[in-house]
């Protein structure tokens, strides 16, 4: 069955550190790996990876895709209070009729 | 614990058909959260319940959309009449706590398609 394992599942660091989530999965075929920011009600996308080894960046977040290895992992530098937040990677089977598959998401608190 | 459950995996139906589709909770959880996903609009969320009452249904795109939960362990989202736009994945997810940075934990979703 596919699966999707975030780690870890919670972690706390200081305004100013470096964070580094990691995604890693199962699927019998693979199109796409998006992760995605929860603060609030709603998850808000952040990166859409299908090719390995190309890095995705949005101001201090970067992401990368390791197709071989399965796995991704998501880069926040100088974290602020207001990256406070659930991340969340899904999985997006090559599958006609395969439904994304969410990992349980990474809780993270950064504290001032 | 199973995870959120939900059913059917894949739904097609004609124009003018009513949908329901199902959820149950993770046990012991009191949010639970029907969002849809598109490749067009990317993931919203439609309504959530707290205690099996709606909080907030802002996001329900229509009259033609309904929820309801009746109880702790069952929710349903009811589209009727269906239009092809309604053809997405219909993820539900539950969370023991409705803060923020509380995890929401997705079922498998719904794939939803509407001829």
């Known amino acids: 069955e596919d699966k999707v394992v975030q780690s870890p599942l919670s972690l706390v660091v200081h305004e100013g550190d470096t964070v580094t989530l990691n995604c890693s999965y199962e699927?019998?075929?693979?199109?796409?790996l998006l992760w995605y920011k929860q603060e609030k009600k709603a998850p808000t996308f952040l990166f859409m990876l299908t090719s390995s080894g190309i890095e995705k960046k949005s101001g201090r977040l970067s992401s990368i895709l390791d197709k071989k290895e399965l796995f991704s992992i998501l880069n926040i530098t100088a974290t602020q209070t207001g990256d406070s937040a659930v991340y969340l990677c899904?999985?997006?089977?090559?599958?006609?009729?395969?439904?994304?598959?969410f990992g349980p998401g990474t809780r993270l608190s950064v504290l001032p | 614990d199973a995870g959120v459950i939900q059913s059917p995996r894949h739904e097609v139906t004609e124009m003018g058909q009513e949908v329901t589709l199902r959820c149950k909770p993770i046990s012991g959880h009191d949010y639970l959260f029907w969002y849809r996903q598109t490749m067009m609009r990317g993931l919203e969320l439609l309504i959530y319940f707290n205690n099996n009452v709606p909080i907030d249904d802002s996001g329900m795109p229509e009259d033609r959309f309904s929820a309801k939960m009746p109880n702790a362990s069952f929710s349903t989202l009811k589209i009727q009449p269906s239009e092809p736009r309604d053809s997405a994945v219909y993820f539900c997810a539950s969370s023991s706590n409705g803060e923020i940075q509380e995890t929401q934990y997705f079922g498998p979703g719904t794939r939803l398609l509407v001829l």
């Open positions: 699927v019998t075929n693979f199109r796409s």
């Open positions: 899904a999985v997006e089977p090559d599958n006609y009729g395969q439904n994304f598959v």
